[in-house]
């Protein structure tokens, strides 16, 4: 009986096959001297490990040079302020339209108003670097500085969030003004005018 006729010897095959490959594997890299992870060597429970977090310091208190530091506090998650901005804004990138792998920008950039971090006028979807329609992505072309937004883009309420944060205004004939104004285009209906 050849195993393609039956598919429970096939898998069994297989599965000892894969077996085999492993442990070949297993056998090279210790002979290497390669440090294996618990599960490849046959332990369940993690190796632990003594030490303390804090730096090793001298006989006057002050740290070692060269001691490495604490550990720092766990990284900030931006999910409640995303989720609510998919509420307010939708999930589709006002950029190029794209609803896929959508990610919310912050307008006024984190690292110049940290206040504003978590302000959900302060957030626009802009689609990722796996976008189907724009190669690359917006966002990531708005971080690099090759996306200009227009105000076509943006909600009343966010038009007037801008411009009471003093981030970009735009004047009678459409052109914006103010600390933001290098990442703004001119309004696309004053635009449509000139053409």
């Known amino acids: ?3 393609s006729s039956d598919p429970e010897k096939l898998r069994q095959w297989q599965a000892a096959s894969q077996s085999r490959a492993l442990e070949k594997a297993l ?3 210790k002979a290497k001297g390669s440090k294996l992870a618990p599960r490849e060597t046959g332990r369940t429970a993690p190796i632990a490990r003594s030490g303390s977090l804090q730096p090793p310091t001298g006989a006057a208190g002050a740290a070692k040079p060269g001691a490495k530091r604490a550990q720092k506090g766990p990284k900030h998650n931006d999910s409640p302020w995303r989720a609510a901005c998919i509420a307010l804004r939708g999930e589709m990138c006002r950029s190029c339209g794209d609803t ?14 940290p206040s504003l971090r978590h302000d959900v006028r302060n957030g626009l979807p802009l ?4 976008s189907r329609v724009t190669p690359g992505g917006c966002h990531p072309a708005k971080t690099a500085g090759t996306l200009e937004f227009q105000f076509g883009w943006f909600d009343a309420d966010q038009i007037a969030f801008l411009a009471a944060e003093g981030w970009v205004d735009w004047d009678d004939s459409g052109q914006p003004f103010g ?4 990442h703004f285009g001119e309004r696309r209906h004053v635009r ?3 053409e």
């Open 179 to 182: 600390a933001g104004m290098k």
């Open 1 to 3: 009986m050849a195993l």
């Open 127 to 130: 689609c990722g670097a796996f």
């Open 100 to 113: 896929h792998h959508v990610e919310m920008d912050h307008v006024i950039p984190k690292s110049q108003r």
């Open 192 to 194: 449509k005018e000139q």
């Open 27 to 29: 056998a090279r890299m």
